[in-house]
């Protein structure tokens, strides 16, 4: 992967090559030598696709698993992760 940024036309050329051809962000990736990150970023200033920031079914199902043990603080999460106590 290279170290520079993409350049705003190169921005503009992904955003039209992935609307109009069925190039996956993991191919626009490897044809720019970047991540599939910045790819995602440059699709996503030019309006082609959103960020998700809802949180996902297993997202979910953890939480509730946390709720259920009572744990309602960062330091007693730490201590059930790192000391293996049971909720």
Not at 28 to 55: M, P
Not at 60 to 69: E, N
Request: aromatic share 4%; hydrophobic share 35%.
């Amino acid at each position: 992967m290279r170290n520079t940024l993409l350049t705003p036309t190169e921005k503009e050329e992904i955003a039209k090559v992935y609307k109009e051809t069925k190039l996956s962000q993991a191919d626009l990736a490897s044809a720019y030598s970047v991540s599939r990150t910045t790819i995602r970023r440059a699709l996503h200033e030019h309006g082609v696709v959103e960020f998700n920031t809802e949180a996902s079914s297993k997202e979910r199902s953890f939480l509730d698993a946390i709720k259920a043990c009572g744990i309602e603080s960062v330091s007693r999460l730490r201590e059930v992760l790192t000391k293996g106590v049971q909720c």
